[in-house]
Nanobody
């Protein structure tokens, strides 16, 4: 089982940037998809981005495409989410998640049920 811990959240003004980190332990992420989800108060958890650590393919939700970038440092077993031009509607708890590449259904990556292992989350607040 993969243990995941997010960090890097905080308070930022609209238009600002943050970089979230997801550090994994327990297994190597080399053959995993790593995803980022978020959950705003009173809303469902939604997919934000994911990366195939095997070939580097990346995927983004329409709401963040062009503003967020997901990257991976396999040597550190860590995945990052660079968030630029943040908006108040990006305010949420951000969760890191992982799923072995051979079990993930890519067409469903935006769905919470697709993923197995989750971190505890990190709060991101975008406000002036």
């Amino acid at each position: 089982q993969v243990q995941l811990v997010e960090s890097g959240g905080g308070l930022v003004q609209p238009g600002g940037s943050l970089r979230l980190s997801c550090a994994a332990s327990g297994v190597s992420l080399d053959y995993y998809y790593i995803g980022w989800f978020r959950q705003a108060p009173g809303k469902e958890r939604e997919g934000v981005s994911c990366i195939n650590n095997r070939d580097g393919s990346t995927y983004y939700a329409p709401s963040v495409k062009g503003r967020f970038t997901i990257t991976s440092d396999t040597a550190k077993n860590t995945v990052y989410l660079q968030m630029n031009n943040l908006k108040p509607e990006d305010t949420a708890i951000y969760y890191c998640t992982a799923e072995p590449a051979f079990t993930l259904t890519l067409s469903s990556w935006l769905e919470e049920y697709t993923w197995t292992d989750w971190g505890p989350g990190t709060q991101v607040t975008v406000s002036s």
